[in-house]
Nanobody, 119 residues
Framework: QMQLIESGGGLVQAGGSLRLSCRIS????????MGWFRQAPGKEREFVAS????????YYRDSVKGRFTISRENAKNVVYLQMNSLKLEDTAVYYC????????????WGQGAQVTVSS
C-alpha cells in the first residue's frame, strides 16, 4: 500500500508560482499513473492534473491548462505540480493520488497541501 506526503504549499500573491511535491512510499509507484486534485472550502474535491507511469501522457482540467505542469521522477518516487500564474480561484487544499487515467482517483488520500492565493 502506498503512502502519500504532499508538500510545497503556502501563501502566494496572484500571478505568482508554487511547486507542489508528492513523495510516495511503496514499490508500485513507478507503475502507477498519478494525479493531483484539489478541494476548495465548501466545494467538492476536483481533478487538477494527471500523468501516466512514464511521464509521457498528461491530462489537465481546462482551467489550469497552460498554467500548471505535472511531472514525475520515478527514481525519486516523487510527482510534482508546477503552478504558475496563480489565481484567487486556485486557493484550495491540494492532494495527490494514484489514478485511473485520466481523472479517477483510486487510492487513499494524504493530508494535502494548502495553497492560498491572495490579491
Amino acid at each position: 500500500q502506498m503512502q502519500l506526503i504532499e508538500s510545497g504549499g503556502g501563501l502566494v500573491q496572484a500571478g505568482g508560482s508554487l511547486r507542489l511535491s508528492c513523495r510516495i512510499s511503496g514499490r508500485t509507484f513507478s507503475a502507477s499513473a498519478m494525479g493531483w486534485f484539489r478541494q476548495a472550502p465548501g466545494k467538492e474535491r476536483e481533478f487538477v492534473a494527471s500523468v501516466d507511469w512514464s511521464g509521457t501522457d498528461t491530462y489537465y482540467r481546462d482551467s489550469v491548462k497552460g498554467r500548471f505542469t505535472i511531472s514525475r521522477e520515478n527514481a525519486k518516487n516523487v510527482v510534482y505540480l508546477q503552478m504558475n500564474s496563480l489565481k484567487l480561484e486556485d486557493t484550495a487544499v491540494y492532494y495527490c493520488n494514484t489514478v485511473r487515467l485520466p481523472s479517477n482517483a483510486i487510492g487513499s488520500w494524504g493530508q494535502g497541501a494548502q495553497v492560498t492565493v491572495s490579491s
